[in-house]
């Protein structure tokens, strides 16, 4: 009878060892590895990454070691609330229960390869909802475009390849409406997405980030694998780096799966 | 009966909604914040953090962003394999089963504050085998040495605050037996430590390092908040930033309580 309670409110700990054997679970990983291929907005600063050791030392041992310089958001990476939101919270302010949630993975591949700069409406969210269930509280909800297959290549990816160019971008993201409908009628933890921006390509105002980001809601950009993940019942980890005062940062995302 | 069987072999999913309510579960951060104060290894870069806009928009919104250099080896990090060990992985190489595992925290606290060159020994590894069993395959093995409570004071964390100065830093460490002891005797997928390094400060030899790093195993340095968690049960989750290649890079820690 306990047994059966706690079953039902959700992950249960094996109560022989005194271990939780998540890392027997099948997990896959959302991220992009930083790399000098690894896609920036044309106006930031891309990735950098140098050796400063690298070889056997007077001691006989083996030592490697490099830096790196990066924009907060490149690859795939957290859009803090702070990013579009004043006074909203800086990437080392979410708490991490936030960081944690149900994946809602809403897939528009289909209306995406028609239309690279489709925009997911709240039509999508409803059939979603229609076939799985109301969105939980705490969810995670991921645009699934297909874009992936684009990654690295700037051109198919972003629609321009030109440094500085932000005239000619294209790619789909999120409507409006869709920012509005989650924010304000669903209790979400944040967002994401398999393309560089939740905004589409060519938006000039970012109404998304600013109705995302005003709510207090973070953003997850360049997704990696998201056609490795069920339309529900994984569950999503979004551990970014711990930036103080930060507007985003990298971030490790991992799935488990049902 | 099917019941049983899952919940003995570790996690069990509610069937009910199908959301895994991990993000319920007591966590707790074990990351410092990277800022001007994060410390890193005094020959290496430190992290430097600047606003690039920040600010009401002519669009009338608001819009903020920043970017970073760093070492792979500042503030909480994880020490890849490759890192010490020729050959051995990158930090983009570890499967992502092998960042989550049981955490094993051996507490030194009262030797380490007899003695700031302490090294944890087999016997306080055995202790801790005493008195909870012997250590689980896939822990990951924590030092708890209280040094959390000198962070960030560069002098008392270290041993000593001048630039470039690795000729007096004494802070505790693993010793080499309980590194070979770990590596040989039990199947652990990493350590971790609260000070800057799993050697003890005086190491010119950074011997824990070779053997783990050479075994294909990682090390976790400058972990917060150690004092928070129990000495068995509760279970780690180490994603560090994906650097293609690198010896190692920030690291998101957190912690499942039991």
Redesign the interface.
């Known amino acids: 009878m306990k ?2 309670m706690l ?19 099948k ?3 959302l ?5 000098d291929r690894t896609i920036a907005w044309p106006t ?2 891309p990735f950098q ?1 140098r050796k ?1 050791d690298w070889g ?1 030392t007077a ?1 006989g ?13 490149g690859g ?1 990476h957290m859009d803090a609330p ?5 006074d909203r919270s800086a990437v ?1 302010e979410i708490g ?7 994946a809602v993975v809403v897939d528009v591949t289909t209306a995406a390869s028609e239309n690279r700069d489709y925009r997911l409406s709240v039509g999508d969210l409803k059939g979603w909802e229609a076939a ?2 109301r969105i ?1 509280d ?1 969810a995670i909800v991921l645009m699934r475009s297909g874009w992936g297959r684009h990654w690295p290549d700037k051109k198919r990816y972003l629609g321009t390849d030109a440094p500085g160019d932000t005239k000619n971008l294209h790619f789909p993201g999120f409507s409006k409406a869709a920012a509005e409908f989650l924010s304000k009628e669903r209790l979400i ?1 944040g967002i994401g997405i398999d393309t560089p921006s939740i905004d589409y390509g060519p938006s ?3 109404i998304v980030h ?1 109705i995302i980001n005003g709510a207090d809601l973070y953003g997850l950009e360049n997704v990696a694998n998201l056609e490795t993940l069920p339309l ?2 994984a ?1 999503i ?1 979004a ?10 940062g ?1 971030v ?1 995302i ?1 799935a ?1 799966l ?1």
């Not at 079953?7 to 679970?25: C, I, N, Y």
């Not at 083996?62 to 830096?67: I, K, L, M, Q």
């Open positions: 047994l059966t079953v039902l409110t959700g992950l249960v700990f094996a109560s022989g060892p005194p271990v939780a054997q998540l890392e027997k679970q997990l896959v990983d991220t992009y590895p930083f790399d930031n600063k990454w400063t056997m001691g041992y083996w030592y490697a070691s490099g830096d790196f310089a990066m924009s907060e958001h795939t702070l990013h579009f939101g004043k080392d991490i229960n936030r960081l944690i949630g149900p799985y269930g939980p705490g933890r000039g105002d970012f600013q529900h019942g569950t980890i551990l970014p780096m711990k930036i103080k005062g930060g507007t985003g990298p490790r991992i488990i049902p």
